[in-house]
T-cell receptor
Framework: DAGVIQSPRHEVTEMGQEVTLRCKPI?????LFWYRQTMMRGLELLIYFNNNVPIDDSGMPEDRFSAKMPNASFSTLKIQPSEPRDSAVYFC??????????????FGDGTRLSIL | SQQGEEDPQALSIQEGENATMNCSYKTSINNLQWYRQNSGRGLVHLILIRSNEREKHSGRLRVTLDTSKKSSSLLITASRAADTASYFC?????????????FGKGTHLIIQP
């Protein structure tokens, strides 16, 4: 089975540019999560979806961040405009059913984002 | 704020020795999970322990949970060089607060060959 697929794996861009990160969850999983990982703050939950509907976006740091899930097999996380402090590794994860504690989450290998 | 806090932050041992990592958390939970992250990769689920369980085994892994102390430990027996990774505990929140898992900052484990 294919795991969670994220693209691109690395992104380097100039401050102020729009950045779009992509995620394909595992087929059949109905929960999708976006996380950000930094040395200082560890792994932070940004937003999660259930059946393509955003459930909790309280972790999204600012209005510059937005996420969509137009269908069950695709999600995007967009940063516009990007700033140097957005530099981090962004992970997408998916899980089955009630993945909020009693199901394992399956992570992609992340997008390493560097904003210059 | 972090729900789970791992201890120690870093651990270096010789191959063949046992490695023990600890996790403390603040609020009531339904379940606690442990994950491993190899350098440059995503997190991989290792084991889940429910709040009504005290101990669970999976291969060379042993997890304990003490809800009275709000703590868990992960023991890796007979460590191998391939066990070198960061290990994270993750908790849900049964107290009606934010949903989803909250991860600690991890223990970085180095196995010396």
């Amino acid at each position: 089975d294919a795991g969670v697929i994220q693209s691109p794996r690395h992104e380097v861009t100039e401050m102020g540019q729009e950045v779009t990160l992509r995620c394909k969850p595992i087929s059949g999983h109905d929960y999708l999560f976006w996380y950000r990982q930094t040395m200082m703050r560890g792994l932070e939950l940004l937003i999660y979806f259930n059946n393509n509907v955003p459930i909790d976006d309280s972790g999204m740091p600012e209005d510059r961040f937005s996420a969509k899930m137009p269908n069950a097999s695709f999600s995007t996380l967009k940063i516009q405009p990007s700033e140097p402090r957005d530099s981090a590794v962004y992970f997408c994860a998916s899980s089955l059913t009630r993945g909020l504690g009693d199901q394992p989450q399956h992570f992609g290998d992340g997008t390493r984002l560097s904003i210059l | 704020s972090q729900q789970g806090e791992e201890d120690p932050q870093a651990l270096s041992i010789q191959e063949g020795e046992n490695a023990t990592m600890n996790c403390s958390y603040k609020t009531s939970i339904n379940n606690l999970q442990w994950y491993r992250q190899n350098s440059g990769r995503g997190l991989v689920h290792l084991i889940l322990i429910r709040s009504n369980e005290r101990e669970k085994h999976s291969g060379r892994l042993r997890v304990t949970l003490d809800t009275s102390k709000k703590s868990s430990s992960l023991l890796i027996t007979a460590s191998r060089a391939a066990d070198t990774a960061s290990y994270f505990c993750a908790t849900d929140n049964s107290g009606g607060g934010a949903d989803g898992l909250t991860f600690g900052k991890g223990t970085h484990l180095i196995i010396q060959p």
